[in-house]
């Protein structure tokens, strides 16, 4: 059975930090691009960051860009997105995602394999 599991969400204030992880089970995703999404109460759910297979190429949404940082590690099927400078609005449940092909892909429906989402709240 696939799943991706995140943790590492939780209440923190205003400029502060936070890493998010996903752990990724039940089959290889290194040839994988891997993304995170978020969805606030009331909204769509949104691209946030995506990372292509090899770690080598990134992409961020604009009201990310300068501040969320995303990462792998194939050796443990895991991807991370470090949060820098957060802010209220980065509120939100935020989603590990995973497809087969390019990392150029911000569409939630790019992504076929979904994990049930960590929560971060962002307090002023």
């Known amino acids: 059975q696939v799943q991706l599991v995140e943790s590492g969400g939780g209440l923190v204030q205003a400029g502060d930090s936070l890493r998010l992880s996903c752990a990724a089970s039940?089959?290889?995703?290194?040839?994988?691009?891997m993304a995170w999404f978020r969805q606030a109460p009331g909204k769509e759910r949104e691209f946030v960051a995506s990372?292509?297979?090899?770690?080598?190429?990134?992409y961020y949404a604009d009201s990310v860009k300068g501040r969320f940082t995303i990462s792998r590690d194939n050796a443990k099927n895991t991807v991370y997105l470090q949060m820098n400078s957060l802010k209220p609005e980065d509120t939100a449940v935020y989603y590990c995602?995973?497809?087969?092909?390019?990392?150029?892909?911000?569409?939630?429906?790019?992504?076929?394999?979904w994990g049930q989402g960590t929560q971060v709240t962002v307090s002023s």
């Open positions: 039940g089959r290889t995703f290194t040839t994988d691009t």
């Open positions: 995602a995973a497809r087969g092909g390019t990392y150029y892909a911000t569409g939630r429906s790019d992504y076929r394999y």
């Open positions: 990372i292509s297979w090899t770690g080598y190429s990134t």
